[in-house]
């Protein structure tokens, strides 16, 4: 099945650019944004599998449409595309519930797999961008320096996590239901004091198990 997905640039180069480099392959831009304000709009009328956000535009910058699909779509996965490997805008985009940061300089098999992953419903992000943005939030963080006990099927479950699989995934990885793997999670997430499955990655990545 087609993965249907709005592309929001305002440099219409890129935007050409990548119809040019998704021809051929299972990835369909359904619609075209040239600002945050206009991504947001049509993100919700369109109801795209994947927004491929850039960090960087006019009348409404990327991350606060980010902020803005996230709080009408919370579960539309978005990935950030950015000229830039910046930490502040990778801390951001992380925080705000974004799927994963893309460079613009990313051959083409690594952005295909990167949306065909998210489209699924897996995070992207690196351990390495984990760990910077674990370093970045660790004052931050309401269990930052508490001793956590997780048992030993919840920092599997975890592991599983914060390398961005599913729910049904980690299910088949460790055989159990997703359903236990739901129940694990909310425990985990109660546990370390944070609200998502990102924000558990980046304490993953902290506490140095992924």
């Known amino acids: ?18 119809v040019s480099l998704f021809s051929g392959s299972d990835i369909n831009i359904v619609a075209e944004a040239t600002s945050g304000d206009e991504a947001v709009q049509i993100a919700i009328e ?5 927004v491929l956000l850039d960090i960087r535009m006019n009348n409404g910058d990327g991350l606060s ?6 709080e009408r779509q919370p579960e539309m996965p978005v990935l950030m595309l950015s000229t830039y490997d910046n930490p502040t805008y990778i801390a ?11 460079l613009k300089g990313s051959n083409r098999e690594e952005i295909i797999e990167k949306i065909r992953a998210v489209a699924a419903g897996q995070s992207v992000w690196t351990s390495d961008e984990l760990r910077r943005f674990g370093r970045k ?10 001793e956590i006990t997780l048992t030993r099927r919840e920092r599997e479950v975890l592991e599983q996590v914060a390398h961005g699989l599913t729910n049904k995934q980690i299910g088949q990885q460790l055989h159990i239901s997703a359903e236990t793997v739901k129940e694990h999670i909310q425990n985990i997430l109660r546990k370390i004091g944070v ?9 993953a990545a902290r506490k140095g198990l992924c």
């Open 65 to 70: 449409a980010l902020e803005a699909i996230k």
């Open 137 to 146: 939030s660790a004052a931050a963080s309401p269990n930052g320096d508490l």
């Open 46 to 50: 369109q109801q795209p599998d994947v």
């Open 195 to 203: 609200s998502d499955r990102t924000q558990a990655a980046v304490w």
């Open 92 to 102: 951001q985009a992380m925080a705000q519930g974004a799927s994963g940061y893309l």
């Open 1 to 18: 099945m087609p993965i249907r997905i709005l592309i929001a640039d305002d440099h219409e180069v890129l935007r050409r650019g990548l």
